[in-house]
């Protein structure tokens, strides 16, 4: 019955956008795996950058636990 949640004002669309931005990347150019059927776990398809954003967010990112009630109800920032 618990999340992990982003602790805001870094929250996960916070950090991604971020990133982006530092890495200056064209997201309509970024080829993201996941899609297909069966697929739950969405990732980017190159490695290198894939493993420049996993550091990216572990420095960054400061997690919590929270209700599964109130991460899915409450007001993303």
């Known amino acids: 019955n ?4 982003h ?6 669309d916070r950090i991604v956008a ?4 530092s890495e ?3 997201l309509d150019n970024l ?4 899609h297909r059927d069966g697929e739950i776990r ?3 398809g190159d490695i ?3 493993w420049s954003f996993i550091a990216y967010h572990r420095e960054r990112a400061r997690l919590r636990i929270v209700s599964q009630k109130a991460n ?3 007001k993303k920032r």
């Open 2 to 5: 618990a999340h992990v949640d």
């Open 7 to 12: 602790t805001p004002p870094l929250t996960f």
């Open 18 to 21: 971020d990133f982006v931005r």
């Open 24 to 26: 200056q990347l064209d």
């Open 31 to 34: 080829l993201i795996l996941g």
């Open 42 to 44: 969405k990732e980017i």
């Open 48 to 50: 290198g950058l894939r």
């Open 72 to 74: 899915l109800t409450q």
